[in-house]
């Protein structure tokens, strides 16, 4: 799958042009891309705690997030990250990692517009090695199978042994890609979020290649 044609951005870029509110640029990117962005509420609180309260996030050196959308978690993931740490984000919407650009301001973030099935290859161009910790707010469900299976097997690939795959999603579909490619899944379900939403936490990276 060919990574889109425009280039990999970097956080900390300022525009003097207006910039709509987080809810504001989440509903407009789900009114044009409903399937793809699956709601139009930022998650909970409450979620984001539960969802990486099982992280060591001061051992991560590498984390990756797929869907960051506004940067609810993005933001959440920088508070416990090490100094010395790097975040790279990367979704579809040109708009949230343009959003994330320039609301986010520290150099651990790599903000970059692509898709997760090209993580291997956006990861080697930035020159990054394993990962640590991957966290997804993908819409598993409405992803072709093949792209949902190739984003769980690059993504057991890139984690190190004993590396965390989270996800959350509304639905389960997410869950025989995790068995099939990692050794112990978690799971849970958390109702205070609009969507309800599965929680997914996932180690022992099953490697194919
Ligand atoms: C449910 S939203 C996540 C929202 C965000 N994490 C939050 O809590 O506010 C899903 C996100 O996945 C992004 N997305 C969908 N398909 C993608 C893909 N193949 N690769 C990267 N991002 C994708 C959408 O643009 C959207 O930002």
């Not at 709509?20 to 409450?46: N, Y």
């Not at 093949?146 to 997410?174: C, D, K, N, W």
Request: proline share 9%; charged share 20%; with cysteine.
């Amino acid at each position: 799958m060919a990574i889109p044609d425009h280039p990999l951005h970097s956080a900390g870029s300022i525009s003097s042009e207006p910039v709509p509110s987080p809810l504001g640029i989440s509903f407009g990117e789900f009114l044009k891309h409903p399937l793809k962005v699956g709601s139009a509420f930022p998650a909970s609180d409450r979620m984001v705690r539960r969802m990486l309260a099982p992280i060591k996030w001061g051992a991560v050196g590498l984390c990756i997030e797929y869907g960051p959308g506004t940067g609810v978690f993005t933001r959440a993931i920088l508070s416990r990250l090490p100094r010395s740490a790097t975040l790279l984000a990367v979704d579809t919407s040109r708009e949230f990692t343009r959003h994330l650009q320039r609301h986010i301001d520290d150099p651990r973030l790599r903000a970059v517009t692509g898709t997760a099935a090209d993580i291997e290859q956006i990861a080697a161009r930035l020159g990054l090695g394993q990962a640590d910790a991957i966290l997804s707010g993908l819409p598993f469900s409405t992803l072709p199978q093949e792209t949902a299976a190739a984003i769980v097997a690059s993504s057991a690939q890139l984690l190190r042994p004993g590396g965390h795959f989270l996800a959350y999603q509304m639905r389960a579909a997410v869950h025989p890609h995790l068995t099939r490619h990692f050794a112990r899944v978690d799971k849970g379900f958390e109702w205070w979020n609009i969507p309800p939403c599965h929680l997914y936490w996932a180690t022992g990276p099953r490697r194919s290649r």
